[in-house]
C-alpha cells in the first residue's frame, strides 16, 4: 500500500470513527438504563411508533422512487419537449424545506394531518433525491446494450425492465436510500401535520423530562431501523462496473416517441405545482393578508447572513469528510471500506436533537473548549448529511475509470498530484452535487441548530420556526420566503450541472 493510499485510508476510518459517536452515545444511555430498557422498549406505544414510522418509511421511499424513476425516463428518454424546463421545476422542490411544505399544505387546510399528510409532503419535498441520480445515469449511460436489446426484438417496456433497471440500480438504491434516511429523521414537517413517528416522540421526551432514558431507548430501536435499511440497500447494490473505457465516445440515448404526451405533461405539471405552488402561495397570502406580517430589515439581514456562513461552512466540511470515505470504498472495495461507508449513514438516520446531544456530552467530558462553538455545529451538520455527500461522490468515483489513476502514476506523477490533476475534475460534479445538496440541507436544519448554536445565534429555520410555534404565521412567512430565495440558487446550480 503506498503512502497516499495508507493516509486516504486512515482519514476514512478517523471519520467511520466520527459517524459512530451517536451510536456510541445511545449505547452508553442503553448501558446506564440498566435493566429499565427492557421495559422502556417493550411498551404499546413503542409498537405503535414503531408502525408509523415502518409505513412511513415504506411508502414515502416506495413512492419517492416511483415517482422519481419515472420522471427521470419521462425527461431524459423520451421526446418530451422542453427537457431543460421539466428538469429545472423536478429539481425545484429541493428549495422548499419539508416543514415548510407541510406549513403550507396545514394553513391551506387545517384538517390535513396524520398518514396520508405525511406521506404526501413527505414525497414531494424528497422524490428529487432519487430522480437527480437516476436522470443523471440516463443521461451519461452508453445506449448500447439497449440498442442491442431491441434489435433482438424487445419492446421498450421489456428493454426498460431487463437493460435499463439494472444499471440504474446503484442510483435508485442510493436515491432511495438518502429518503428513507430522511424520513427516519424527520421532525418538523411531522410534528406540524400531527403524525407520531420515533422521531418525534424522542423530541418530546427530551423536552418533558430531564430524564432522557425513555429518549434514548426509542433513538435505540431507531438504530436498529436503520441497521435494516442499510443491510437492505447493500443486499440489493451489488458492485458492478459503470465506468467505460472503449475506444471513442458514447453516443446520446435515442429518445422514444412519446404517446398521449399531453396526459404526460399535465401529470408531470403536477408536481412542481403542489410542491412549489401550494407552500409559496400560501407564504404570500400569510404575508398580503396578516396584521402580523412585517419585514424587519435588521433581524432578516442578521439571519440570512448567519444561514449562508452556516450552509457553506456544513458544505464544506461535510464534502471534505466524505472524500475519503467514497475513495475507500470505489477504489479499495473490502469488508472494512464497507463497514467505514455503512457508519457514516448512521448520523442520518438519527433526529438532529440525538446527534445534538452526543456531541455536547462528547464535548463536556474531552473538549470543553469546542461547547457552544461553530465548530461543534459544523461537526453536527457533518454527522448528518454524511449521506448526501457520499451518494453523490461515490456515484462519481464508479464512472471515473480507475484504469486513469494507474496511467497517471506509471508516469511517475505522485498519487496526490495524480488526484489533483485526474482524480478530482474526473469527479467534479459528483463533488460539487454534493457540496450543494449537503448547503440545501444545512439551511433549513433546525434541531441541532437549535441546541448547538452559539448563544445568540439566529438562523432563518430557527426564526419560522419560533414564529410558527406561536402561531404568528405572518411574521413567519419572510423567513421562510428568504430560505427559499437563498436554496433557489444552490438548486439551480444542480439543474447546470444535470
Given at each position: 500500500m503506498t503512502w497516499f493510499a495508507g493516509t486516504q485510508r486512515a482519514a476514512a476510518v478517523a471519520v467511520g470513527l466520527l459517524a459512530l459517536l451517536p451510536l456510541a452515545y445511545v449505547a452508553t444511555g442503553l448501558i446506564e438504563a440498566g435493566g429499565d430498557t427492557a421495559s422502556l422498549v417493550l411498551r404499546p406505544r413503542v409498537g405503535e411508533l414503531l408502525t408509523n414510522t415502518v409505513v412511513l418509511v415504506v411508502l414515502g421511499v416506495a413512492a419517492c422512487v416511483l415517482i422519481g424513476t419515472a420522471a427521470a425516463w419521462l425527461v431524459e428518454r423520451t421526446d418530451l419537449p422542453g427537457r431543460p424546463l421539466w428538469t429545472a421545476l423536478l429539481i425545484a422542490p429541493l428549495a422548499v424545506p419539508a416543514f415548510v411544505n407541510s406549513f403550507g399544505w396545514f394553513s391551506l387546510r387545517p384538517s390535513f394531518s396524520g398518514l396520508g399528510a405525511a406521506l404526501t409532503v413527505t414525497t414531494l419535498s424528497y422524490y428529487p433525491l432519487v430522480y437527480l441520480p437516476v436522470a443523471a445515469v440516463l443521461r451519461g449511460g452508453d445506449p448500447a446494450h439497449e440498442?442491442?436489446?431491441r434489435s433482438l426484438g424487445h419492446t421498450i417496456s421489456r428493454t426498460f425492465v431487463r437493460v435499463t433497471l439494472p444499471q440504474l440500480r446503484p442510483a435508485v438504491l442510493g436515491g432511495g436510500l438518502l429518503v428513507g434516511l430522511h424520513l427516519l429523521a424527520e421532525f418538523g414537517a411531522l410534528q406540524s401535520l400531527r403524525y407520531d413517528t420515533f422521531t418525534t416522540a424522542i423530541y418530546d421526551q427530551y423536552q418533558s423530562t430531564f430524564d432522557g432514558s425513555a429518549a434514548t431507548a426509542l433513538a435505540a430501536v431507531l438504530v436498529l431501523l436503520c441497521l435494516l435499511l442499510l443491510g437492505g440497500e447493500l443486499a440489493f447494490n451489488r458492485q458492478t462496473r459503470l465506468s467505460r473505457t472503449g475506444s471513442g465516445t458514447a453516443r446520446p440515448p435515442r429518445r422514444h416517441p412519446l404517446p398521449a404526451r399531453p396526459l404526460w405533461v399535465v401529470a408531470l405539471a403536477l408536481l412542481p405545482l403542489a410542491a412549489l405552488g401550494v407552500p409559496i402561495g400560501t407564504l404570500v397570502h400569510w404575508l398580503l393578508t396578516s396584521t402580523s406580517a412585517a419585514f424587519p430589515a435588521g433581524p432578516l439581514l442578521s439571519a440570512t447572513g448567519t444561514t449562508l456562513m452556516l450552509a457553506l461552512g456544513g458544505a464544506a466540511v461535510t464534502t471534505a469528510l466524505a472524500l475519503p470515505v467514497a475513495w475507500l470504498v470505489v477504489r479499495r472495495r473490502g469488508r472494512l471500506s464497507t463497514v467505514i461507508e455503512r457508519s457514516t449513514y448512521v448520523g442520518n438516520s438519527l433526529p438532529g436533537i440525538v446527534v445534538a446531544l452526543a456531541l455536547i456530552t462528547a464535548g463536556i467530558r474531552w473538549l470543553p473548549a469546542l461547547y457552544q462553538s461553530t465548530a461543534m455545529l459544523l461537526t453536527a451538520y457533518g454527522l448528518l448529511f454524511l449521506p448526501r455527500a457520499m451518494v453523490s461522490l461515490r456515484a462519481a468515483l464508479q464512472q471515473a475509470p480507475p484504469e486513469l489513476d494507474d496511467v497517471g502514476r506509471s508516469l511517475g506523477v505522485r498519487p496526490h498530484a495524480v488526484l489533483l490533476r485526474v482524480g478530482l475534475p474526473l469527479i467534479a460534479r459528483g463533488l460539487g452535487a454534493g457540496?450543494?445538496?449537503?448547503?440545501?440541507?444545512?439551511?433549513?436544519?433546525?434541531?441541532?441548530t437549535l441546541l448547538l448554536a452559539p448563544i445568540g445565534t439566529r438562523t432563518l429555520a430557527t426564526q419560522f420556526w419560533n414564529a410558527t410555534s406561536e402561531i404568528n404565521?405572518?411574521?413567519?412567512?419572510?423567513?421562510?420566503?428568504?430560505?427559499?430565495?437563498?436554496?433557489?440558487?444552490?438548486?439551480?446550480?444542480?439543474?447546470r450541472r444535470a
Open positions: 440498442e442491442i436489446a457540496f450543494v445538496l449537503v448547503f440545501l440541507a444545512v439551511v433549513t436544519e433546525l434541531t441541532s404565521y405572518g411574521a413567519a412567512a419572510p423567513y421562510a420566503l428568504l430560505m427559499i430565495l437563498i436554496s433557489a440558487p444552490a438548486a439551480w446550480l444542480l439543474v
